[in-house]
Structures are given as C-alpha cells and as structure tokens.
T-cell receptor, first 114, second 113 residues
Framework: GAVVSQHPSRVICKSGTSVKIECRSL??????MFWYRQFPKKSLMLMAT?????????EQGVEKDKFLINHASLTLSTLTVTSAHPEDSSFYIC??????????FGSGTRLTVV | DQQVKQNSPSLSVQEGRISILNCDYT??????FLWYKKYPAEGPTFLIS?????DKNEDGRFTVFLNKSAKHLSLHIVPSQPGDSAVYFC????????????FGQGTTLQVKP
C-alpha cells in the first residue's frame, strides 16, 4: 500500500517552454505532498509543501511563480516548471505523507532543458 | 543552514563486513529519523526509521542507533552485500515542521565482492 506514481519519468523540453509533472497517490488520500529537487551528487532539497485545496508553502529561495504547484484533489499534485531554462534541469521527486510519519516517494522525473 | 549532515560522502566496505553510515543533526525539535536508499534516477526507498523515544531499532540486516544527547544517528548494515551499493540518505522530521523531511547530503556506499 501507500504507492505514489510520478509522471513523466523523463522529459526534455526547449528553453522557454513549461513542463508539468504529476504526482498521484494510488491507494490512499494525500492531503499533503512534498516536492523535492536533487542536483547531481547532492541531497534532496525540499522545494515546497503541497496542501490539498490551499496554496502551497514554498521553502526559502524557491520561486513560486517559477514552480507552480497545484493540489486540486486528494490524490493528485502537479508541479509546473514555467519558462524553463537549462539551470532548471534537475531530478524532481514528489513525496506523500500518510499516517503518522509514513512517507512514500515517487520514482522521480529527470528534467532536461535544452 | 544544513540541519542534517552526513559528513562522509562515500564509504567502501568488503562484502560480509559491517557498513556504518553516520548522520548528525542540529535541530533538537526533530523527533523522527529515517534512512533511505537511493539509486540514480529513482526515488528514495525507505529502509528503517527510529523515533526519538528509542535509541535502537533493528530490521533484519539493518539497525539504526540514535544518540539524542550527541544529536547523532547511525545505520549499521551487517553483513553487507554488493546489492547494498547505493546512496544512503538520512532524513529527519518533527511535529513542529508540518511533516516535511529534511535530508542529509547522502553517503555513497560501495560494497565490494
């Protein structure tokens, strides 16, 4: 149980375009999801906390207009990278919280902006 | 401000021996700690966790030790197997931070046959 499905697993886009990444909880309802970013050989950095039905909470230094988060239902959160640039190329991972201190992660999305 | 630190970027051990991965934290409000294993281009996989009310938790070959006074935890893998080769992240959470996980920088473990 407690599976999170993340799509796409890989995406290549041109500079200036927008990319949407989806994160779905398959067998549980996730009122809270988290979006992380991982640079090569670096830690997973929390970008934002996605709350169902309300605005996301962004970590310091993360541009909310650049990384749009929508959590319109209890099973789906989306991260849209707007006007992507090469420096946005990274590995993005979502996570959902279930129960008390239960966390499950998506398989990640490798974004390459060319 | 790195609240969770893994000071060893890499560790190499021989198959069958013990692997010890270390993690330090600075925030005394953390009350739950987790270890994850991660392969390149994949999401982290949960290994084992420990609550701050305990000082040890064991699951098969994996044991996590917590020293609250030192704000230090460690993951022991014994015996180590080549399939254990991966990046290991420790993470911390607290009731005061709305459930979000704070990760360390990761330690790359290589288990040699």
């Amino acid at each position: 149980g407690a599976v999170v499905s993340q799509h796409p697993s890989r995406v290549i886009c041109k500079s200036g375009t927008s990319v949407k990444i989806e994160c779905r909880s398959l067998d549980f309802q996730a009122t809270t999801m988290f979006w992380y970013r991982q640079f090569p050989k670096k830690s997973l950095m929390l970008m934002a906390t996605s709350n169902e039905g309300s605005k996301a909470t962004y970590e310091q230094g993360v541009e909310k207009d650049k990384f749009l988060i929508n959590h319109a239902s209890l099973t789906l959160s989306t991260l849209t990278v707007t006007s992507a640039h090469p420096e946005d190329s990274s590995f993005y991972i979502c996570s959902a919280n279930f129960g008390n201190y239960g966390y499950t992660f998506g398989s990640g999305t490798r974004l390459t902006v060319v | 401000d790195q609240q969770v630190k893994q000071n060893s970027p890499s560790l190499s051990v021989q198959e069958g021996r013990i692997s010890i991965l270390n993690c330090d934290y600075t925030n005394s409000m953390f009350d739950y700690f987790l270890w994850y294993k991660k392969y390149p281009a994949e999401g982290p996989t949960f290994l084992i966790s420990i609550s701050s009310i305990k000082d040890k938790n064991e699951d098969g070959r994996f044991t996590v030790f917590l020293n609250k006074s030192a704000k230090h935890l460690s993951l022991h893998i014994v015996p180590s197997q080549p399939g254990d080769s991966a990046v290991y992240f420790c993470a911390a959470s607290g009731s005061s931070n709305t459930g979000k996980l704070i990760f360390g920088q990761g330690t790359t473990l290589q288990v040699k046959p």
